[in-house]
């Protein structure tokens, strides 16, 4: 038994001592044994926070990219300023170019930044292609290309992978972390583009082990009323005793969700911390 500790250290709400928040995500998860980075947020605040909270990004063994949005990809430059060692996971369409449709129908490029790019193919001899799960580090996994069982989740949005907006991306490049622990899984999600009730339902699948906590971006941003109920039911039925929404979850998705599972939501600002108790090892046989 290991005790893991995870670590907000960029999210859209800055906390304290001091920290700042962006429109991104950086979750750092210490094994005690090892530490890997989930996500980089959107620029180099990831050290500034990072710092603050005595975090050494030059210890981590993994760096883990949720998908190619910039709001998760933006810090890589930075932190392998700091860690050239680290092995990079991440699913091959986060390296595609991505846009999203603005209200006048032009696309906006939202893709991994230039410099992370070159940051990255630099570094890829360190790097891993996960396009199904894998093991990240001892006992923590990568769910890869997740997939969208559910109707009633839309994994799409104005997201495209072309400036013309005529090509719509898929994303499939969405992928969260899961781990281990007595009382069920622990997931941490990026920003759940496949849909947070898809991913969990197929890290159950996968697995065969309940949902104990969830944690980060849930992309129910702009999310109407059924998909909401429909959502929240979901929960409900997969029993979910402890739900962390963040980033792009969205002001009345959240409001919703603590409403609802007011025994159940965390705070998952800046600078949150969260211990848990956890079976690292590998019981499953992955697909």
């Not at 949720?66 to 932190?79: E, F, N, Q």
């Not at 697995?207 to 980060?216: F, W």
């Not at 929240?232 to 609802?260: D, N, S, Y």
Request: glycine share 10%; hydrophobic share 40%; with cysteine.
């Amino acid at each position: 038994m290991a005790t893991v500790t995870i670590t907000t250290i960029v999210e859209n709400t800055p906390g304290p001592p001091d920290l700042m928040g962006e429109h991104g995500l950086a979750i750092w998860i210490d094994t005690g044994h090892y530490r890997v980075l989930f996500d980089t947020g959107q620029s180099g605040l990831v050290l500034a926070n990072a710092r603050k909270l005595g975090i050494r990004l030059e210890e981590a063994s993994a760096i883990v990219l949720s998908h190619g949005h910039y709001d998760h990809t933006g810090g890589l430059a930075s932190v392998l300023s700091l860690n050239r060692r680290a092995r990079v996971f991440l699913h091959p369409a986060a390296l595609r170019a991505k846009y999203a449709r603005e209200k006048d129908g032009r696309g906006r490029s939202i893709g991994m930044p230039r410099d992370s790019q070159i940051a990255f193919s630099e570094h890829a001899t360190e790097s891993a292609v996960t396009e199904q799960v894998s093991e990240v580090v001892e006992g923590i996994f990568v769910t890869g290309a997740v997939p969208r069982a559910n109707g009633f989740e839309d994994a799409g949005g104005p997201f495209f992978l072309d400036s013309d907006c005529t090509q719509p991306d898929p994303l499939m490049d969405d992928q969260s972390l899961f781990f281990d622990s007595p009382d069920g899984l622990v997931v941490l999600l990026g920003c759940a583009h496949a849909g947070i009730i898809n991913v969990l339902d197929y890290v159950h699948c996968v697995t065969g082990r309940p949902i104990h906590t969830v944690l980060g971006g849930t992309h129910l941003v702009g999310a109407k009323e059924d998909r909401l109920d429909k959502t929240i039911e979901a929960l409900r039925r997969l029993q979910v005793k402890r739900l962390g929404p963040a980033h792009c979850t969205g002001a009345a998705a959240m409001a919703r969700l603590w409403q609802e599972l007011p025994n159940c939501c965390f705070a998952c600002a800046s600078g949150m911390q969260l211990r848990v108790e956890s079976q690292l090892q590998n019981r499953w046989r992955l697909p």
